[in-house]
């Protein structure tokens, strides 16, 4: 794959078939309500599973709007172009989700009582990308510094924590988690209703969820499906046992002096 230019923003690069300057001022000014519900997530770390279970859980469970809306129009990212094509079709109570770290949220956002539930060039082999990946030079920057900006935060009880572990464990436990945090009050039929409907399997068939309907220039997936496989712990399978120590040693090291815990073991 050619290398392309990706953009410079407040010290993180973005990718420019997604992002654009405009877009980027046009988030920074986003008008943020009080109703409003964002996802935050470091890339690859669930995304588009919250993209299908939000809309659910504050509709009260129906199912329409997963089958007949692209999940980037139904829950759009708040620094990307296409937000400005699709806000106005809107409706409140908004979900919308972001891979931007705390303190590159709009002003809107801090003065706001929303709530949050935390293109591409050749990675190079598996060594050099996750050289890459501890040094921060990756789309979004470094993943202990990202999740570290939304743990410092001063939100209190506007933010909740779940982590896609937790979600594979037992999802109808997160739903029923993130139905209490929103005020949804879901019952146990629509709470099992939803997490048959946003299981990995369902998920990976549905056209408007699984980003088959992207044109191939943008993402090949023939090279790699973008919802992958679903499960924990496949990472195993993929580091060599000098590869582990380096990981778990530089990330050991980053987060030494935080209190919150990891929803895996690095040993």
Not at 40 to 62: A, F
Not at 69 to 86: Q, Y
Not at 110 to 138: I, Q, R
Request: aromatic share 12%; net charge negative; glycine share 4%.
């Amino acid at each position: 794959m050619s290398s392309c230019e990706y953009i410079q923003y407040r010290g993180i690069d973005l990718p420019p078939v997604a992002h654009s300057m405009e877009s980027l001022e046009y988030a920074q000014n986003f008008s943020v309500e009080d109703t409003d519900v964002f996802a935050v997530t470091y890339p690859k770390s669930g995304t588009i599973w919250m993209q299908e279970i939000l809309p659910l859980v504050l509709n009260g469970g129906d199912l329409t709007p997963i089958h007949t809306i692209p999940n980037w129009d139904r829950v759009p990212w708040l620094e990307e172009k296409r937000l400005a094509m699709v806000v106005d079709q809107l409706t409140s109570p908004r979900a919308l989700v972001t891979h931007f770290p705390y303190h590159l949220m709009p002003p809107s956002f801090h003065a706001s009582k929303a709530k949050m539930a935390g293109f591409l060039n050749d990675p190079g082999t598996f060594d050099e990308f996750m050289a890459k990946f501890l040094e921060g030079k990756v789309l979004f920057g470094k993943w202990t510094d990202h999740v570290k900006s939304w743990r410092h935060t001063e939100l209190g009880d506007r933010i909740m924590y779940i982590t896609y572990e937790e979600m594979v464990q037992d999802l109808p436990a997160a739903l029923r988690s993130l139905s209490d945090f929103l005020g949804s009050n879901l019952s146990e039929e629509v709470i099992q209703k939803i997490a048959e409907h946003c299981s990995f399997k369902t998920m990976k068939v549905n056209s408007m969820s699984n980003f088959s309907l992207v044109p191939k220039v943008l993402m090949d997936s023939d090279k790699s499906p973008f919802l992958r496989k679903g499960v924990v712990g496949d990472w195993k399978n993929h580091f060599s046992s000098e590869q582990l120590a380096r990981f778990t040693s530089v990330i050991r090291q980053e987060l030494e002096n935080e209190s919150f815990p990891l929803p895996w073991s690095l040993d």
